[in-house]
């Protein structure tokens, strides 16, 4: 095959980005892995969208599939970017389409969706400017940039328990985030996130993963945000397979998968959960593009799934390509085959 791995790497220069503005982006490490795993299946080719532009793209030779990791660097629907190029030229590619990363990076269009859909997920109000009226949610809440992942904008200060503490942190984070917030119930109980692999129909949700905060103890409120994620980062908190019921693992599993069909997920994602006081799951959000380190010292939770489904890095890499060649062969996807592409300048 005649692949190509599509990633946004840190930049060499980085003098003019603070260290949430790394948080998205890949290491080599990440890419060298890749590559390797994908080298196992045809030749490849690295385009790295944060030094190449979409007219550079454009102009290389159709490949027969390519590995999405795009992050993307600039505006909210930053991860929707490369694969609308590929959607342009129909190319094929691993992973969702523009429009479910559009709506799936912006948390509350997410969870006007699931709520339209009737899957559980915490009371919420979206905040555009500073506080001036009561939003009618039970204290504690929790404030959130509207369109940030890795846990960017997230910290233990951001649950607070009344309007005076709200107040303060919307004006703050409006003027420091430049972006809508996302203000939502905070729920007391455990918290899981959900590795899938699959298409509409054939979702597999992969051994679940509970944060552990016991593990955490810098975050007295128990939030998984960027300090955990990268501050104070280890493989103690990610408890995998979880210790859960079946009663439990079945309404996590129906959950999940009802939210991948609900928001149109294509190939592979993952889905972030919490429980209420009473034990009941909610949905938090949805990553459709999630990060896969393999490392064990520093590995991404979805990568820790499947290892503990009992895969490879090299085996979830081909499991993810092997997952997206089925969907464009299959019947269903019909609709949106790729079909006679315009050449492309590569091509010629």
Excluded at 129 to 134: E, N, S
Aim: aromatic share 8%; charged share 25%; net charge negative.
């Amino acid at each position: 095959m005649d692949l190509a791995l599509c990633i946004s790497l840190t930049p060499k220069d980085t003098s003019h980005l603070g260290d949430e503005d790394l948080a998205e982006l890949d290491s080599p490490e990440l890419r060298d892995a890749v590559v390797r795993a994908l080298e196992r299946l045809g030749t490849v080719r690295v385009w790295d969208t944060t030094t190449l532009s979409p007219k550079e793209i454009a102009a290389e030779r159709r490949p027969d599939l390519i590995f999405n990791l795009s992050e993307g660097i600039y505006g909210t629907g930053r991860e929707a970017q490369a694969p609308a190029l590929f959607e342009w030229l129909q190319w094929p590619y691993v992973g969702s389409d523009p429009v479910t990363l559009g709506i799936t990076h912006d948390k509350w269009y997410t969870k006007c969706i699931l709520d339209r859909a009737g899957i559980p997920t915490p009371r919420a109000a979206v905040m555009h400017r500073p506080l001036d009226r009561a939003l009618g949610l039970a204290y504690p809440v929790i404030a959130k940039p509207v369109a940030e992942g890795a846990g960017k904008g997230i910290y233990d200060a951001n649950v607070v328990d009344d309007d005076a503490a709200l107040a303060a942190l919307v004006s703050t984070y409006l003027e420091r985030y430049r972006q809508p917030l996302l203000v939502e119930e905070f729920l007391p109980g455990r918290e899981f996130t959900a590795a899938v692999i699959g298409n509409r129909g054939s979702f597999e949700v992969l051994p679940l993963v509970e944060i552990d905060f016991t593990a955490i103890p810098r975050s007295p409120r128990r939030v998984y945000g960027y300090d955990a994620k990268f501050t104070w980062h280890s493989t103690k908190h990610m408890l995998c397979p979880a210790k859960v019921d079946s009663g439990l693992q079945r309404d996590i599993e129906s959950l999940v998968i009802g939210t991948c069909e609900v928001l149109g997920i294509r190939d592979w994602a993952r889905v972030d959960l919490r429980l209420d006081g009473a034990g009941k799951p909610y949905v938090l959000e949805v990553n459709p593009l999630p990060g896969i380190y393999p490392d064990l010292d520093y590995i991404s939770c979805f990568t820790k799934s499947a290892y503990a489904a009992g895969m490879t890095f090299e085996g979830l890499v081909e499991r993810l390509v092997r997952t997206a060649m089925e969907r464009y062969r299959s019947d269903w996807f019909l609709p949106h085959k790729v079909g006679p592409h315009p050449a492309s300048p590569g091509d010629a």
